[in-house]
T-cell receptor, first 114, second 116 residues
């Protein structure tokens, strides 16, 4: 039981390059989330998917797109990377959207944009 | 708007002693959940404990307990019998019913260092 997995673990991009961060969960969770964590701060929501087939913007969606490929997989795409997107990216999942459902996090992807 | 405030950027505690990490929150929601996560130096986010706004008793999970004072809007984490492995960043977070995303709102964290 792997929980939430993310690939890659580390990535260095040049400004303007594109890439896709992959996330998968094997807990049969309905909801999935992408957060970013900047130095000295908590996590901020980029996009989320309440259930398969739906996606919505979070607090900081500019410069990103997402795809909920199926119930297991939720990818995050940077179309044209900028230095301001240097961050650690976390994918998370939860059973549903109630206030009581804890979110389980992947190990994170450390992205540097030069 | 919902907000989490953690006023202690860093804390020290002696091994085997108890430590309290402070968390205050602001929300107008009636139903909400409060969470604590641990982030060790390896970077992963580890769920520790949950408290629901309607729960009358304080949550406990092993050495972790949550001191929930609803009127004061505080949700402090108490770690008993600290261990060296408890050295990490600790984040307080909440989810409110009024936010359709049910996203977690995080505080800025407290770095705990356990001294041998």
């Amino acid at each position: 039981n792997a929980g939430v997995t993310q690939t890659p673990k580390f990535q260095v991009l040049k400004t303007g390059q594109s890439m896709t961060l992959q996330c998968a969960q094997d807990m049969n969770h309905n909801s999935m989330y992408w957060y970013r964590q900047d130095p000295g701060m908590g996590l901020r929501l980029i996009y989320y998917s309440a259930s398969e087939g739906t996606t919505d913007k979070g607090e900081v969606p500019n410069g990103y797109n997402v795809s909920r490929l199926n119930k297991r997989e939720f990818s995050l795409r940077l179309e044209s990377a900028a230095p301001s997107q240097t961050s650690v990216y976390f994918c998370a999942s939860s059973r549903g959207q109630g206030t009581y459902n804890e979110q389980f996090f992947g190990p994170g992807t450390r992205l540097t944009v030069l | 708007a919902q907000k989490i405030t953690q006023t202690q950027p860093g804390m020290f505690v002696q091994e085997k002693e108890a430590v309290t990490l402070d968390c205050t929150y602001d929300t107008s929601d009636q139903s909400y959940g409060l969470f604590w996560y641990k982030q060790p130096s390896s970077g992963e986010m580890i769920f520790l404990i949950y408290q629901g706004s309607y729960d009358e008793q304080n949550a406990t999970e092993g050495r972790y307990s949550l001191n929930f004072q609803k009127a004061r809007k505080s949700a402090n984490l108490v770690i008993s019998a600290s261990q060296l492995g408890d050295s990490a960043m600790y984040f307080c977070a909440m989810r409110g019913e009024a936010d359709s995303s049910y996203k977690l709102i995080f505080g800025s964290g407290t770095r705990l260092l356990v001294r041998p």
